[in-house]
């Protein structure tokens, strides 16, 4: 599959998803975007938004084995991974796998549990493993977690630790829908008596694990120029230079920012990244890894208007 054939294919996973879901295409997007670079996704959004339904729709269109996570404040990192439990039957002890065990994990809500429990993930995400009592197990190939979270200033919620954040190549924000995308959610679902269910809405699978991963294949072909490389490089290491920014972008953001730059290129149905490619995914990249300096925060400074600047002030290549 060349990169015209996978922009082709992903148009049509898009179009599945986003069918009467109504002002998050770039949202799904760039869902598809992350999948195909190898990266996670962290969504947050107000209650209602669809973010639930969004990542369950992925899953079912592109006919992946989907695992589902209720985070909850009493939630254990055994209910993540799983646990060896002994079998009285045959005096050994089994393993019994947990949700994590899938391809496309839903982490609904991840910021309701304590951090202690959030952290059970980092080495599923950052690794494609898990290791329970001194025995690794490798997950499925295709791993992605996409996790949705409530605005921190809501009730009840705890803020993830940095290196959990740091794993997420996008943080993506769930916009409310205008006027007319409202009413239509509310003339197609509102005489309903409960949610719709995916198979009611005709909604099935538009691709097979062989065509994604001739997809993800055509991604890695794109062509990445030393001085785009270069670009990157300077626009992440800006974040640790400005006075505004008391911690800044790591080694990972760059590499991560670099291979989905790759990925909207193929999605654009490009063989080659532009500088364009960066400075749209910067900001989705880079706002949950930097923390504002004390007096950024006193002036009420935002870190998407940061990122903006610095996208504007870091030369890009012709």
């Known amino acids: 599959m060349n990169v015209a054939h996978a922009r082709r294919h992903a148009t049509q996973i898009i179009d599945a998803v986003a069918e009467e879901l109504y002002g998050v295409e770039t949202v799904i997007k760039l869902s598809l975007a992350a999948l195909l670079s190898g990266g996670h996704v962290l969504l947050e959004g107000n209650p209602g938004l669809g973010k639930t339904e969004l990542v369950k729709r992925l899953a079912r269109v592109m006919n992946l084995k989907a695992g589902r996570i209720q985070f909850t404040p009493d939630l254990m990192p055994a209910d993540i991974l799983g646990s060896n439990l002994f079998n009285f039957q045959t005096s050994q002890f089994t393993l019994t796998r947990g949700p994590v065990f899938c391809e496309l994990l839903l982490a609904d809500e991840i910021n309701r549990t304590p951090p202690k429990t959030q952290a059970a993930l980092l080495e599923a995400m950052q690794e494609g493993q898990v290791t329970l009592d001194g025995e690794t197990h490798v997950l499925p190939h295709r791993f992605m977690v996409v996790a949705t979270q409530n605005p921190i200033e809501s009730q009840g919620v705890y803020p993830l630790p940095e290196a959990q954040l740091d794993r997420f190549l996008f943080k993506l924000l769930v916009p409310y829908p205008n006027a007319d995308e409202e009413a239509r959610i509310v003339a197609r679902f509102g005489r309903r008596s409960g949610p719709p269910r995916a198979a009611e809405l005709g909604i099935g699978a ?113």
């Not at 990972?252 to 490619?277: M, S």
């Not at 400075?279 to 504002?292: D, G, I, M, Q």
């Open 206 to 318: 538009v691709t097979d694990r062989a065509s994604l991963a001739a997809a993800v294949a055509a991604v890695q072909t794109v062509t990445l120029a030393e001085s785009v490389t270069d670009y990157v490089v300077r626009l992440v290491r800006a974040t640790r230079e400005s006075a505004d920014i008391a911690i800044g972008a790591s080694p990972r953001a760059a590499v991560l920012l670099a291979g989905a730059a790759r990925a909207r290129a193929a999605l654009a149905g490009r063989d080659y990244v532009l500088p364009d490619d960066v400075k749209a995914l910067a900001t989705a990249v880079l706002r949950h890894r930097l923390l504002l300096s004390p007096a950024a925060e006193i002036e009420g400074k935002e870190i998407e208007a940061l990122v903006d600047d610095l996208v504007r002030q870091t030369e890009a290549p012709r």
